[in-house]
Every structure is written in C-alpha cells, then in structure tokens.
C-alpha cells in the first residue's frame, strides 16, 4: 500500500472575484463544482479539483483546463505513472467528505488526505479499472437523464391536454373542489424514539413527492385518531412553509400505517369523485403555485401561512371527470416505468460502489 501523499499533491486553489470572471469558456471552480467561466486557466489538461471549503472532500473531473479557486484543491501527480482518470475514481473513493476538522467551517486538512493509503496498480491496470469504472458510471448517468426526463414528463402533458391554467375559461372556487383538514401539532421528545406512532414534517411534502421517511416520533401511548392517519392515495398539503414552497402538494404511496397528519399538512376530502393524480399536477403549475404564494402571510421570518378561507375561494379550472381520468391513466404509466427505472438505478449505484470498494482493494478480477 502506498500513502496517498507519495503519488499526489493536493495544491491551493486561487481566488478569483466573481466580478473579475470574464465568462470565457475555462471552467472557475470551487468546492461544489462549477461556479463561472473565464478566459483563462491556472491549470493544464485535465483538471481534479478537490473540495477544501464547504463541500468538503467533493471530487470534480473537468475535461481541460480550469481555474479552482481558494475554497478548494486542485491536484498535481508525483509521479509519471499514474492514469488521471484513476486518480479521480481513487480520490472519489477516499470519502474525503467525512475527513471535517471544525465544526463551524467545513474544511478538510490535506495532511489527513496524504496519511491515507491506496493499492496503487500498474497503470495498465489503472487504466483497466478506470475504463471499468467510467463505462459503470455512463450507465448509471443515462438512467439519471432518464429518470429526469419521466420526472418532468406528466406536467407537459398535462399542459398539452389542458393548457397553462391562467388561460382557462372556465373555472370554480376551490372550495366546490375539495375541503382541507389536518392533525394535531404533537411531538415527543427523546424518550419516544421507540413510540409506535410518528407525525409527518413539512419536509415530507415540500418536494412534491411524498416522503414517508420525513416524520418525527409522537408521544409515547398517544393514539392518533384514524381521520388524523394517512392513508394510501391521499393528496397532501403543506399549509405553512417559505413563500416559494407553501402549498406544495404530493400524493401518498408507500405510507406506514403508523404516519399521523401534523396541524400544518393538510389532507384533501373530494366533495365529488376526483382524480388526485389530475389534482396534483395542476396545484404543482407554477401558475397554481403563485396563486397560492400571494395568499400566503405571515410576519414570523421566511415561514408563511396560507389560510384555508383563502384557499377555497381561489379560483382553480374546472376539468370533467372523465379528462382527470384520462390524465390520471397517462400518469400512471409513467410511473411504472419510473418506478421500474428507479429500481434499476438503486442497483446500479450498489453495483457500482462495489466495482469502486474492490477496484481499491485491488480485488477487481
């Protein structure tokens, strides 16, 4: 095994003004990746950057040359017989992300970096690995686009079958639609780790899809009642968030059957049959949303609250039932398949991980 600091030189980055970047085509980089462009570059090509500040121990490939700037590293070989393409999968591999030496700043101590040690292989092997490695992480990034793209693709049909909803025509308060009712604001304390019931936070509906995992623990011995439990299928509202994200929406699938509403998660009752799916998709409309942003108030710092009166006279379009269900049925089959695609990257990123954890334990056959 060879100590990481034998084979590289973790170097200062050099800070350079936002208002000193000119826009041209070299990457300006930081601890996060890509933060500008400038005409020129303190690096050659290729370039790996290490984050030093803030993301620490982030490793980011740039394809040419680049200017890291002083919140991170960018690195230097020591020797002549390293692939570079093997050092950044080998530095990817170190974690460096837990490697944090103060609590208030982030910042990860290159000394800690060069005491690690690596198998270091001959580099026709290092070139091996690292083509094993990429073609593995090629992969894994098509699905992501994938994945990306079936995200975004209910919301443009939905605006190919109805339009943007600030053009409708035809619309009706919201409260013809649906009423709103939430839980009780409980949460225990330490002790109630192991308590067999758990309140959702806000957290699990910001996103627009549901988050069973962002609940907290109830009391001990508190029973919710059942109206106050979610349920499969269930539209869910935050009532209470910053200005951007109040009323954010998300429909229920994979929920416990121990998640309890909190006072400030509302659940939709239909005053007549509905399409939940339909319905999630036109409150997620940028258009819905700055509806519901400018009914928002609230003096207490960035956290707003939007108030059910306002809500039910908010005017929404008025879609039959029979178009809700044909959007629905579009939607699910989309799901599946991302569902499917979501499934197939989880494997992907184990496979992955494993290829990277033996090819530097030199276990790579």
């Not at 034998?6 to 041209?24: F, T």
Request: aromatic share 8%; charged share 25%.
């Amino acid at each position: 095994m060879t100590a990481v600091g034998d084979i590289l030189e973790l170097s200062y980055g050099k800070a350079l003004k936002e208002s000193d970047r000119d826009g041209g085509d070299v990457p300006v980089v930081g601890s996060g990746g890509i933060v500008g462009g400038h005409s020129a570059g303190i690096t050659d090509s290729p370039t790996i950057v290490v984050g030093r500040k803030g993301s620490i121990g982030s490793v980011t490939w740039i394809n040419g040359p680049a200017w890291p700037i002083d919140t991170a590293y960018f690195v230097r070989p020591k020797r002549d017989d390293l692939d570079w393409r093997w050092a950044y999968w080998m530095l990817r591999s170190l974690r460096m992300e837990t490697m944090n030496k103060s609590a208030a700043v982030p910042g990860l101590n290159r000394d800690d970096v060069y005491r690690l040690t690596v198998d270091v292989p001959p580099r026709s092997e290092q070139r091996r690995i690292a083509s094993i490695l990429d073609h593995a992480d090629a992969l894994r990034t098509k699905r992501c686009q994938v994945l990306t793209y079936l995200d975004t693709l209910p919301q443009s049909i939905f605006y190919n079958m109805f339009g943007d909803p600030d053009a409708s025509t035809e619309n009706v308060p919201f409260g013809d639609v649906a009423t709103l009712a939430g839980g009780r604001n409980l949460v225990g304390d330490d002790s109630a780790a192991d308590s067999e019931y758990r309140v959702l936070k806000i957290s699990a509906v910001t996103t627009g899809r549901f988050k069973p995992g962002e609940s907290k623990p109830l009391p001990p011995g508190y029973v919710p009642p059942m109206d106050h439990l979610v349920r499969e299928g269930d539209l869910l509202m935050s009532r209470a968030n910053t200005t951007e994200l109040v009323g954010a929406v998300a429909f229920v699938t994979g929920a416990p059957p121990n998640l309890a509403l909190p006072d400030k998660v509302w659940r939709f009752s239909w005053k007549s049959e509905a399409e939940p799916t339909f319905w999630h998709a036109l409150l997620s409309t940028p258009a819905i949303r700055r509806r519901i942003s400018r009914l928002a108030s609230g003096t207490g710092g960035s956290m707003k609250n939007v108030a059910k009166a306002k809500l039910e006279v908010m005017p929404v379009p008025h879609v039959k039932l029979e178009r809700q269900r044909e959007f629905a049925d579009r939607s699910a089959q989309i799901e599946v398949e991302r569902v499917r695609l979501q499934r197939a990257l989880t494997a992907d990123l184990e496979l992955f991980r494993s290829l990277q954890s033996r090819a530097f334990r030199g276990e790579l056959g």
